[in-house]
């Protein structure tokens, strides 16, 4: 019994202090703005870089410090492809801050590269709620869907995200002949 209690005294001094509520997530639309009319006006894709950098800037621009170094963690996890544990930062960051999209879309992430499509299709649908323009999160919802087998929707969804900045490297996928691109029309069938 000494045991459980010391460890579980143990685990709750490891976790950071959380103030009672996680701040909201500030306003930065006027930013957003400002940084898709340069990917937008930008004549190439290297023009444009600094605004896709500025984005995600502003994306992973968490609404408190605590809230910042859970996702710092949870992202530093998953690129060590420790998805359990990311999972359970950005499980923590969801909870702790509700209404912070990329909480939402860094976890769709995970569950994006375990494959279990619904759950990032459902997180992503989280991110945009919160944050409708939010590039990732729309360009990482045209993919879930285009791995869900519905590329109609996952066209329509890559067309909005490609609207907000045309220069995003999936762009590649609505080519002609591409996933998500125009499909030449089907050879007629021979009648037997």
Same mark, same amino acid.
């Given at each position: 019994?000494?045991?459980?209690?010391?460890?579980?005294?143990?685990?709750?001094?490891?976790?950071?202090?959380?103030?009672?509520?996680?701040?909201?997530?500030?306003?930065?639309?006027?930013?957003?703005?400002?940084?898709?009319?340069?990917?937008?006006?930008?004549?190439?894709?290297?023009?444009?870089?600094?605004?896709?950098?500025?984005?995600?800037?502003? =994306? /992973?621009?968490?609404?408190?410090?605590? +809230?910042? %170094?859970? !996702? @710092?963690?949870?992202? &530093? $996890?998953?690129?060590?492809?420790?998805?359990?544990?990311?999972?359970?930062?950005?499980?923590?960051?969801?909870?702790?801050?509700?209404?912070?999209?990329?909480?939402?879309?860094?976890?769709?992430?995970?569950? =994006? /590269?375990?494959?279990?499509?619904?759950? +990032?299709? %459902?997180? !992503? @649908?989280?991110?945009? &709620? $919160?944050?409708?323009?939010?590039?990732?999160?729309?360009?990482?919802?045209?993919?879930?869907?285009?791995?869900?087998?519905?590329?109609?929707?996952?066209?329509?969804?890559?067309?909005?995200?490609?609207?907000?900045?045309?220069?995003?490297?999936?762009?590649?996928?609505? %080519?002609?002949?591409?996933?998500?691109?125009?499909?030449?029309?089907?050879?007629?069938?021979?009648?037997?």
């Amino acid at each position: 019994m000494k045991l459980l209690m010391a460890s579980a005294c143990a685990l709750w001094l490891a976790l950071p202090a959380w103030a009672e509520d996680c701040p909201p997530p500030g306003d930065y639309s006027d930013e957003l703005a400002a940084l898709f009319d340069a990917a937008r006006a930008a004549p190439t894709e290297a023009a444009a870089r600094g605004a896709a950098e500025g984005l995600w800037k502003v =994306y /992973l621009r968490a609404p408190d410090a605590e +809230a910042q %170094a859970v !996702l @710092d963690r949870g992202m &530093a $996890r998953r690129d060590s492809f420790d998805f359990l544990g990311a999972k359970a930062d950005f499980d923590r960051l969801i909870a702790y801050c509700p209404a912070y999209a990329e909480g939402w879309n860094q976890r769709a992430f995970v569950y =994006y /590269l375990q494959g279990d499509y619904d759950k +990032a299709l %459902a997180d !992503l @649908d989280a991110a945009l &709620a $919160r944050s409708p323009d939010h590039v990732a999160a729309q360009s990482g919802r045209a993919l879930t869907l285009m791995q869900l087998g519905q590329r109609a929707e996952a066209r329509a969804q890559m067309l909005e995200a490609l609207a907000n900045n045309p220069w995003l490297s999936e762009r590649a996928l609505i %080519a002609p002949g591409a996933p998500l691109g125009p499909q030449p029309p089907a050879a007629p069938g021979k009648d037997i």
